[in-house]
């Protein structure tokens, strides 16, 4: 089913800013691309405006059909399509409660969610939407039914109101025609100002639905405020790691150290890790509270007390401190940007370096440093840091064809 779903990927040559269900595509690449767009954008001394669109059970109204019909137009027909027609046919469902259960009801919508070739259908079925976005001059991106869009403007511009309301107008009818249900009461705006002091105060009106902007919004489940500082996200990460430990702590007398260690990477590590490249560049005082964690699960796995010193826990772990663990993400970015295996709109963040004539570096996989005097706004970002710390690297790890990851 795997190499069924690879050949059919490639043939239906789904659309780039898609990235759910993708090899080498994830919710960090969709979140790395878009705060770098809301950056350059107030690099250039404009507002911006992300929108991230909620829709209801998704995956459970695809309507058959115009799945069908959607697929027949990439040029799925024959066998082939009837494959589909047949995968698709005679499902059923129905709900058991108390040993009771309900009638059988034939489904003539939704795809199995759980299934591979499921998530794939669905990223076909919404594809067209991308030229609906695009046609009132907003950028998206798309991970699985998780879309949002966002459009660059002068502070002053009097019709940014109305554009955004031209475009989710086109947008719910799409989503009508194609029997989705766009949640309005539910979809958040957030406005990036220019600058730290300008303030936009305006409001989208869309039928019976008021869409006000927010300072802050939940982007796949990481935390955005309106100055891109992601100081929200930190305390956001903090207060449920502190959770975590707590509720460690107590059964800590009945575990092993061998037992703690992955209990503690399982809830704590692994929400210092989620989508930690957008903290690349931040100064060491706001990523801080995050090291203070860190430090408490260390201590915690060894039931050790905290005036121990933390670099020997820290060793013996195998654990990098939360700068470096940063640094490390970004760098295992810029590597597969330069091996090509990173998705297409990575590029324009991370650019593999190309000699104007040829020269030995050509074959040392270096990337291009934008230029820190046109890019003052930008010294603390992703985009800056990364290619930095990737050229920084011995050309023996650059070259490497493969990675090896130790457990």
């Known amino acids: 089913m795997d190499y069924f779903t690879d050949v059919l990927t490639t043939f239906l040559d789904l659309d780039s800013n898609q990235s759910g269900f993708r090899s080498g595509h994830s919710t960090e690449t969709v979140l790395l691309s878009v705060v770098k767009a ?39 027909s024959g066998t082939t399509l009837q494959w589909f027609e047949s995968y698709l046919s005679d499902r059923s469902f129905k709900v058991s409660w108390r040993g009771e259960a309900s009638k059988s009801q034939h489904l003539t919508t939704g795809v199995p969610q759980g299934s591979v070739l499921g998530q794939l259908l669905f990223s076909v079925y919404m594809a067209s939407l991308g030229s609906v976005i695009q046609k009132h001059g907003f950028s998206y991106h798309c991970y699985a039914d998780d879309t949002q869009l966002y459009l660059s403007f002068h502070p002053d511009d009097p019709m940014v109101a109305a554009h955004i309301s031209a475009c989710l107008t086109d947008i719910s009818c ?14 958040e705006l ?7 002091s300008f303030h936009h105060n305006f409001t989208i009106q869309l039928g019976t639905s008021t869409i006000t902007p927010s300072k802050t919004a939940r982007n796949l489940e990481v935390m955005i405020d309106d100055q891109l500082t992601f100081s929200d996200r930190i305390v956001k990460t903090v207060r449920s790691c502190r959770f975590a430990l707590f509720n ?29 490249a957008l903290l690349a560049g931040l100064p060491a005082s706001s990523i801080q509270p995050l090291q203070l964690i860190q430090n408490a699960a ?8 905290k005036r121990i010193h933390i670099t020997p826990l820290f060793i013996n772990l195998h654990w990098l401190p939360i700068a470096a663990r940063i640094k490390f993400k970004a760098l295992m970015f810029a590597y597969t ?35 820190q ?16 710390w990737w050229n920084d690297l011995p050309n023996s790890i650059r070259v490497l064809s493969h990675l090896q990851q130790s457990a």
């Open 38 to 76: 809301l950056r350059l954008t107030r690099a250039e001394s404009k507002s911006s405006i992300l929108i991230l669109l909620d829709l209801s059970a998704a995956f459970d109204t695809v309507n058959h059909q115009i799945l069908l019909s959607t697929l027949l137009t990439k040029g799925i």
């Open 174 to 187: 799409w989503m009508k025609d194609h029997q989705l249900q766009l949640n309005l009461a539910k979809t």
């Open 190 to 196: 957030l406005v990036v100002p220019a600058n730290p």
């Open 248 to 276: 460690i702590k107590k059964i800590r007398p009945f575990l092993s150290e061998h037992a703690a260690q992955p209990l503690v990477q399982a809830l704590v590590l692994s929400k210092l890790d989620y989508c930690n």
């Open 298 to 305: 260390a201590r915690l796995i060894f039931n050790e007390p």
């Open 337 to 371: 940007t330069t091996t090509g295996s990173a998705p297409l709109y990575l590029n324009s963040l991370l650019q593999t370096y190309v000699p104007s004539r040829s020269l030995r570096s050509a074959s040392e996989r270096r990337l291009n440093v934008p230029s």
């Open 373 to 388: 005097r046109s890019t003052k706004s930008l010294l603390r970002t992703f985009k800056l840091n990364a290619p930095s």
